[in-house]
């Protein structure tokens, strides 16, 4: 079984007072452009990882077995913390799972494919993806890098653990990996509009 833990538990500090993620962005909620992009993927469990504005965030995911909400009550300290909280919640049959990150909209179905399809090279090893050599994400961990991952602190993520641990490279082309949206200007929407919302 293919897993994703999706960090949806940020501060949104860069977008002032609203959270990114119940932001518009090309039709839809920012955050469903993730969910969407996984859900038709060949990933059979998604765990959403919530914090900030946690209700708001729970009424715009879609019900679905394969879907499993939960909430981080430390999410303040950093991306760290909603990693370990999603490892608690992956299912024993897990092989492989994804660290995925909610807010690069761009990140599509085919891009989970192929990373999954890269496991073939060496399933014990992580697999990355790399845009003009520089690490990308969402980023596929083998099952056995859940005792790694839990002793991470801070807001680096997995990083600092990647850069020390030997992986697959799987080169990519499209900047969509390496694109997230951080500030109102990313969403090229006006205050007013939100402001009526």
């Excluded at 500090?13 to 452009?33: A, E, I, N, Q, W």
């Excluded at 998604?46 to 679905?64: E, N, S």
Aim: hydrophobic letters at 45%; glycine letters at 4%.
């Amino acid at each position: 079984m293919i897993a994703a833990i999706l960090l949806a538990a940020g501060l949104s500090s860069r977008t002032k007072r609203f959270h990114k993620l119940l932001l518009p962005y090309k039709g839809k909620k920012l955050l469903d452009h993730a969910i969407t992009a996984i859900t038709r993927s060949a990933i059979t469990y998604l765990i959403i990882v919530t914090g900030k504005q946690q209700r708001k965030i729970r009424k715009i995911i879609p019900k679905k077995d394969m879907i499993k909400v939960v909430y981080n009550p430390k999410y303040r300290s950093g991306m760290a913390s909603s990693i370990k909280v999603g490892l608690q919640y992956l299912p024993q049959e897990v092989t492989h799972f994804f660290i995925a990150l909610a807010d690069m909209p761009k990140v599509n179905k085919n891009h989970y494919n192929k990373i999954i399809s890269a496991i073939k090279k060496n399933p014990k090893l992580p697999v990355v993806p790399y845009v003009d050599g520089q690490a990308a994400n969402p980023v596929l961990f083998p099952k056995h890098f859940i005792r790694k991952l839990q002793l991470l602190e801070g807001d680096l993520g997995a990083r600092m653990l990647l850069r020390r641990s030997k992986h697959t490279k799987l080169a990519f082309r499209q900047s969509a990996l390496l694109t997230d949206l951080d500030c109102l200007a990313d969403f090229k929407i006006k205050l007013p509009s939100l402001q009526n919302r």
